[in-house]
Each structure stands twice: as structure tokens, then as C-alpha cells.
């Protein structure tokens, strides 16, 4: 996701928290930002959900991944 983020420079000192939901699948069921710098959590929200996310590979995996905090700290 942090790749996503377009000119990642910009929000250098500024952090947000995004929590996800992933299907099995790995594809996004619902993102939603918790706070934080607003530019760098709407500039996550996007890189976010257009993130290519991989299968998790195994149920195991996905159990602790599923729903998640994501800190974003740049």
C-alpha cells in the first residue's frame, strides 16, 4: 500500500491509522481511516484501495490478518 502513495515526501512527519477488512481472497471488504494527519490518510485510503493485496496463504494467516490496523508512519 505505502507504495501506492503518491509523493510519499509530502507527508514526511505525519502519521495515520487505516483499519482494514480483507476477504480470503485477500481483496479489500472495508477500509476506514482512525485518525492521523487527514491529507496522508486520504492519500493512504487511496493507495489503499487500489492495492493489489495477495491471497493469504493459509486460513491461519488470514485469521490474524483479516481485520487489521494499518500505522502509517512516514
Known amino acids: ?5 503518491y509523493d510519499a515526501s509530502l507527508y514526511q ?3 495515520c491509522v487505516l483499519h482494514i477488512s480483507l476477504a480470503p481472497d485477500g481483496s479489500l471488504k472495508s ?5 492521523g494527519d ?3 490518510c486520504q492519500a493512504a485510503l487511496m493507495a489503499a484501495k487500489t492495492a493489489k493485496i495477495p ?12 481485520d487489521a490496523k494499518l500505522d502509517f508512519k512516514l
Do not use: D, F, H, M
Open 55 to 66: 491471497k493469504p496463504p493459509s486460513q491461519a494467516v488470514y485469521e490474524k490478518i483479516k
Open 1 to 5: 500500500i505505502q507504495s501506492r502513495l
Open 38 to 40: 487527514p491529507a496522508l
Open 31 to 35: 477500509i476506514t481511516s482512525e485518525g
Open 13 to 15: 512527519g505525519k502519521q
